[in-house]
């Protein structure tokens, strides 16, 4: 298309709001357009690269064999009455009535609204497997929208929908979707981990994120570099580090003064010892029940991981876990709030990371103001009742899996997959007979892709201080024509030229026409991330020759004209189908 | 695709709320489901054929110089204010608040957001014309939503909106698109008509109204046979019949009784006269003052031509425009309603519609209780202060631009383009610099087109006792095969090469792999309207033939195996795009 006439709005500044480098170069290409907080028009070029995003969504999706619906954005509220969600959902489910005072939201996710229509028409085993999926928008009323596209209100997902009658047949569903989901964000050419991931309320038992490394991702996640084994540091298993173990101990315990030292920084500077050697000593509400939990200094307690296993290995059915409050503390410990230890502590149940168990002449909390204990070592001064893997991971940890060594990045989540189970068959009596001409509910899956967001991490991953780097698969535009000299008669003719023998090629190729100088025609083709930029120039196409240059590399090569049109499409082949 | 691995739910009995055809078929073919009132899901043939028309829509809409973009469901109350809709567009508009309190609507339309959107970035005549356009769910609340996706509540339409400097820029802009429009239902397959249309509470002066002809349809509209106008009924110019006029009058008025007779029906039956000798006098309030109006008895009167006639031609300003209520009528003529005429009535309006100039010696109400005037003449025994075009149109009129006979068809209202002129972009300040350097608001145009309606459109206007009948361009698929013996191998082999072989060459075709009598293949296989099917039976296959079967056609043919692909690709080839 002929860029003069294209509304492609770029701008010099920032946006005021704008966090991330994502939100600022969609803002300043032209892509988008704030409507109101986390909800924005998309305008022509970022609308371009969101259908080519949604095209190799469905190709795969098509592939693995999931049948493309479409589901209302306008939900019933009896459906999510039906499986509990109603009230469990919160104000981010956007609630209305319609002018006849029947309750309806604006459909955040549509388990209820597929598990509704499956069970109409499905009644057995014989019509199964089933996946269903659609590129649908959602809204998700956040209380903190922001990051541009990255945490939006209104935004587009693909979210496809598996049905079987056992869990052996939604187990192989959940494989062919994880499949699938590597094709696409491959294709997508970004650089992401599939990461083993908690499966937090929406239920079920099996779950992957899909997270494109970027430093400005908000989710932090570990992977081996032996194994391949990827998780959100939430879930990730890690192994005790052999070589910690086995020192001997056995010094005296001592009371020491440490004013004002609090926190672990404190303690670690006032005493000149290392965060290593000191014990974290943390009070938590287990449903009103406090329990103590101890780590080593440097280390982080995963919540997540204490409550899997308070109610996992150790059989409690603890619904709320958090921070004991400072009155709380106080009332267990019998000292302010910092200088909390084990020793001495009665009627508390005290559980310990890993990390911990080898731990000997450490340094904790003497219950105290301003004192602590050193030379401390559990079984002797205190009891532990038990040992677990209850921290965060990090870089540097042992992988869980097979003994490497885990490095710590930061992800994007842009798609997510999940073993629901029986979770809203069983609530909804989406049930079929099985061969035996028994009822059961269906096994489900469900499958999300963050569409809108895939623009935003593609940027985040693929930029520089001049602009967005498009990968070929998901750029608005392969190629961009830039004629400096448009008085220049040959030079206009050559575009013109290049242009029409390009399009009838199947390339997608802007033409700037707009009688501007080379800076701001380069500044523009850069900031908007072609891929491919061919500049005639006055003197180059008088001796024959435009000059390509590749957006992700930085030498540019000189190309008798005659070979332009081959080489450029030599180098959108693959983003044109042609493999 | 495999049959038995898709999801199409066939049904045996129409839906019980299924007042129309498209209704019917759509659920019993597994295009669609209710999720409630209005809203429907669509399962995978429906929404193939929903993304066929889309495709067609989208490339007519790039090919014309229209730019895709995508704005939100979402928006914000303070535009529809800035615009004055929030408060004039009634319990269509589903308003909400979000959880901070702020007031939202999901767009119905989406003028007031485009209009932001282009003013935000477009501020020279030099970025005009700009012609932007969006494939998009909406929502209109209707109070009765019915016939299927006819008039359902959550819908998909394809909006477009041109933005230019002056008004001469504004009609090419119109223009381009009513020719886009024409070869979008062309290829559609469709019959249709473009008609003129009334502007209604939108704005602007310049609308055409594409109809899908069918028997179901809501809509009157009119076409002439010799010249090709066609318009809807509300708006349709007529001419008077010469050969009507001229006959000579003059007899002398009596006044006869007609006990309880009223209607013109009940008049015309107890007098033995025609309802073409009787003139029928009807009584309305333009804002409080009275007015009376005369048609003859077989004709009605078209209130928006009447509110039209007497703001334009009469210079009036009559915002509300109502029939009189039985007190106030009777108040005016001394008499029940029933027996209204306009001999003796003093100080109201009488205007008369133009077919009621040229009779003599008529019929009309006495303003006295069962009884009627004979032998009536205006001008002698009345005065009429106008005659105009007054009436609704009808088959057999006369038509008002060439002299040609009118023909009435009913129709589907499918698509609209509409010049606005500058009522969205003056009251939201959208202004440009225009070459001398001034200020002036763009002049914009809006043209929709019913997605998702389209669907049900083509269902009224092709199907039969069996099914649907699709036009190749919006049909799920082109191509069943069904073999029907599943234990003979060279059945079975042969269905599956030229399965094989017609998905390689790019045919969309469905193998109904079931194990089902043929009379069950055959009734799914019209019912889904799939246009060709392709029959394998033992003994056909035996003797090297298949039997092709085209929809739309009672005949059958059976074909050497050896030619079937050929045959079947030769058919769907204008599908493919092959051309």
């Given at each position: 298309?002929?860029l003069?006439?294209?509304?492609v709005?770029t701008?010099?500044?920032?946006?005021?709001?704008?966090?991330?480098v994502s939100?600022?170069l969609?803002?300043r290409g032209?892509?988008?357009?704030?409507?109101?907080?986390?909800?924005?028009?998309?305008?022509?070029l970022?609308?371009?690269s969101?259908?080519?995003?949604?095209?190799?969504?469905?190709?795969?999706?098509?592939?693995?064999?999931?049948?493309?619906?479409?589901?209302?954005?306008?939900?019933?509220?009896?459906?999510?009455?039906?499986?509990?969600?109603?009230?469990?959902?919160?104000?981010?489910?956007?609630?209305?009535?319609?002018?006849?005072?029947?309750?309806?939201?604006?459909?955040?996710?549509?388990?209820?609204?597929?598990?509704?229509?499956?069970?109409?028409?499905?009644?057995?085993?014989?019509?199964?497997?089933?996946?269903?999926?659609?590129?649908?928008?959602?809204?998700?009323?956040?209380?903190?929208?922001?990051?541009?596209?990255?945490?939006?209100?209104?935004?587009?997902?693909?979210?496809?929908?598996?049905?079987?009658?056992?869990?052996?047949?939604?187990?192989?569903?959940?494989?062919?979707?994880?499949?699938?989901?590597?094709?696409?964000?491959k294709r997508l050419g970004l650089e992401?981990?599939?990461?083993?991931?908690?499966?937090?309320?929406?239920?079920?038992?099996?779950?992957?994120?899909?997270?494109?490394l970027a430093e400005?991702?908000?989710?932090?996640?570990?992977?081996?570099?032996?194994?391949?084994?990827?998780?959100?540091?939430?879930?990730?298993?890690?192994?005790?580090?052999?070589?910690?173990?086995?020192?001997?101990?056995?010094?005296?315990?001592?009371?020491?003064?440490?004013?004002?030292?609090?926190?672990?920084?404190?303690?670690?500077?006032?005493?000149?010892?290392?965060?290593?050697?000191?014990?974290?000593?943390?009070?938590?509400?287990?449903?009103?029940?406090?329990?103590?939990?101890?780590?080593?200094?440097?280390?982080?307690?995963?919540?997540?991981?204490?409550?899997?296993?308070?109610?996992?290995?150790?059989?409690?059915?603890?619904?709320?876990?958090?921070?004991?409050?400072?009155?709380?503390?106080?009332?267990?410990?019998?000292?302010?709030?910092?200088?909390?230890?084990?020793?001495?502590?009665?009627?508390?149940?005290?559980?310990?990371?890993?990390?911990?168990?080898?731990?000997?002449?450490?340094?904790?909390?003497?219950?105290?103001?301003?004192?602590?204990?050193?030379?401390?070592?559990?079984?002797?001064?205190?009891?532990?009742?038990?040992?677990?893997?209850?921290?965060?991971?990090?870089?540097?940890?042992?992988?869980?899996?097979?003994?490497?060594?885990?490095?710590?990045?930061?992800?994007?989540?842009?798609?997510?997959?999940?073993?629901?189970?029986?979770?809203?068959?069983?609530?909804?009596?989406?049930?079929?007979?099985?061969?035996?001409?028994?009822?059961?509910?269906?096994?489900?899956?469900?499958?999300?892709?963050?569409?809108?967001?895939?623009?935003?991490?593609v940027i985040e991953q693929n930029h520089d201080d001049d602009g967005i780097i498009f990968p070929m698969a998901v750029a608005p535009y392969q190629v961009v024509i830039c004629p400096l000299h448009l008085?220049n008669?040959l030079v206009?003719?050559e575009a013109?030229r290049i242009y029409?023998e390009l399009?009838?090629a199947?390339v997608e190729v802007i033409l700037d026409d707009r009688?501007l100088r080379a800076g701001n025609k380069f500044k523009d083709a850069d900031l908007i991330g072609i891929p491919v930029r061919l500049t005639l120039g006055g003197r180059g196409v008088e001796n024959g020759e435009a000059e390509v240059k590749v957006r992700h590399q930085s030498e540019n090569e000189m190309i008798p004209l005659s070979e332009v049109v081959d080489r450029i499409k030599a180098l959108t082949r693959d983003a044109r189908?042609e493999r």
């Open positions: 298309m002929r003069s006439t294209m509304f709005p701008r010099k500044e920032d946006p005021a709001d704008a966090e991330v939100h600022q969609l803002v032209g892509f988008i357009r704030m409507l109101a907080r986390g909800i924005y028009d998309f305008l022509p970022g609308w371009r969101v259908r080519k995003i949604e095209q190799i969504v469905r190709e795969e999706m098509d592939r693995a064999g999931a049948q493309e619906v479409h589901l209302p954005a306008v939900q019933p509220a009896e459906l999510w009455q039906e499986s509990g969600r109603w009230t469990q959902y919160g104000a981010e489910l956007l609630r209305f009535r319609d002018r006849k005072g029947a309750e309806f939201c604006f459909g955040p996710t549509h388990e209820e609204v597929v598990t509704d229509m499956i069970r109409g028409d499905v009644k057995s085993y014989k019509q199964l497997p089933l996946n269903v999926y659609q590129i649908q928008t959602k809204f998700r009323d956040e209380t903190r929208p922001r990051f541009g596209l990255m945490r939006g209100r209104e935004f587009i997902m693909k979210d496809a929908y598996s049905f079987d009658v056992d869990e052996e047949g939604a187990l192989k569903s959940y494989d062919v979707m994880f499949e699938a989901y590597h094709r696409i964000f992401y981990r599939a990461v083993e991931a908690d499966t937090g309320n929406i239920g079920g038992s099996r779950s992957h994120e899909f997270q494109v400005t991702g908000e989710d932090e996640i570990v992977s081996c570099t032996e194994c391949g084994y990827a998780a959100n540091v939430e879930k990730a298993e890690i192994r005790l580090d052999v070589a910690e173990a086995g020192k001997p101990g056995g010094s005296e315990l001592a009371t020491l003064r440490t004013p004002k030292a609090r926190t672990i920084e404190e303690v670690s500077a006032y005493l000149k010892r290392p965060a290593e050697l000191i014990v974290k000593t943390l009070v938590y509400m287990a449903d009103e029940t406090p329990l103590i939990v101890l780590t080593r200094g440097d280390h982080q307690v995963n919540e997540l991981k204490l409550k899997a296993y308070l109610n996992g290995e150790l059989g409690r059915d603890v619904q709320e876990l958090r921070m004991a409050g400072d009155a709380e503390v106080e009332a267990l410990t019998k000292a302010p709030v910092g200088f909390a230890g084990p020793v001495g502590v009665e009627g508390v149940e005290i559980i310990a990371d890993l990390a911990v168990e080898p731990m000997v002449d450490f340094i904790v909390g003497a219950n105290l103001k301003d004192k602590h204990h050193v030379n401390v070592n559990h079984g002797r001064d205190f009891e532990v009742g038990a040992f677990a893997d209850l921290r965060q991971a990090g870089a540097g940890d042992i992988c869980g899996r097979c003994g490497g060594t885990l490095e710590a990045h930061r992800g994007i989540e842009v798609g997510h997959v999940f073993f629901l189970g029986d979770k809203y068959s069983k609530a909804m009596n989406a049930n079929v007979l099985d061969e035996n001409g028994d009822h059961r509910p269906m096994q489900m899956g469900c499958y999300g892709i963050g569409v809108t967001r895939i623009l935003a991490a008085k008669e206009v003719s013109e029409s399009q009838a199947g009688d189908g």
